[in-house]
């Protein structure tokens, strides 16, 4: 049998792999954008923000940085979206190993993180920020479908930011997160793979455990006594578990799975952890993230004296 490890660093470190690296991100501002450049930066990228859009254009075209990370909005001068999706064509047609990442997060988001901060949105000349969000929506949606990776920022906390990131673009081979979270607010986005888990009994009916999370043993061992988990589980490992070689071998670099159940706090948490445990001891890059737990701890907005933040 193959060992998967083996198989991913094999993969990884054959002849001729592209040994320029190049990551441009854009995005939404309050989404992220500076948080992300840090994480490429701690990784070895060198990072530069917001240069002028022709000092950009000769950094993209001629530096090189086996490891570029540049970041791009709607501050930088001189920056037309379309010009930008014409250059990203050109180096991608000569070759060029390049990242399109763009950072977003909802309205309500971006909101509170600027009511929060009380800047000032560097779209929104009259001083309402909600006008600033939605003006720079329209103005960087052509880059968006374009993107080799969206983040998507809206109950994401900074520590699992920077995990995706460096299971990203911190080491070669198959990246794969186990994403936990609640159907009744919506699929994940960057979901290559969902099952739903709400068949099993739920730890939320018992009032011991309702304050519990899928992280606690207690939680963990009710949904184990469940007669169906452990029937279900070795016909999941057995469904997903030849897949990640054949995704390897295809050149997936990034394979995302989420489980979901009511809460996203209890079962799928659970068993996220557990499968990506499951694959780390086979030798995979594996993490676990929980959406919803994301969310809790994400604080509340503050009360502000006025409707928008001054300039």
Known sequence: M???????QAAA????????QVVLVTGLSGAGKASILRGLEDLGFETVD???WPVLQRLLEEHSARRLAAGVDARTSGFDPAEGAALLARLRQAGLPLDLVFATADDDALLRRYSETRRRHPLATSGRVAEGIARERALLAPLLPLADWVVDTTALATP???RMIEARYGAPGLSITVQSFAFPRGLPREADIVLDLRFLRNPHYDPALRPLTGRDPAVAAHVMADPDFEPFWQRMTALLDPLLPRYLAEGKKYLTVALGCTGGKHRSVF????LAAHWAA???RAAATHRELAAEATPAPAQASAP???P
Request: proline share 19%; aromatic share 4%; net charge negative.
């Open 2 to 8: 193959t060992d998967p490890a083996t198989t991913g």
């Open 13 to 20: 470190a054959e002849p001729g792999a592209p040994q320029r």
């Open 50 to 52: 917001n240069p002028p």
């Open 160 to 162: 699992d930011l920077r």
């Open 271 to 274: 068993a996220a952890e557990r």
């Open 282 to 284: 086979q030798g995979w």
């Open 308 to 310: 928008h933040p001054a």
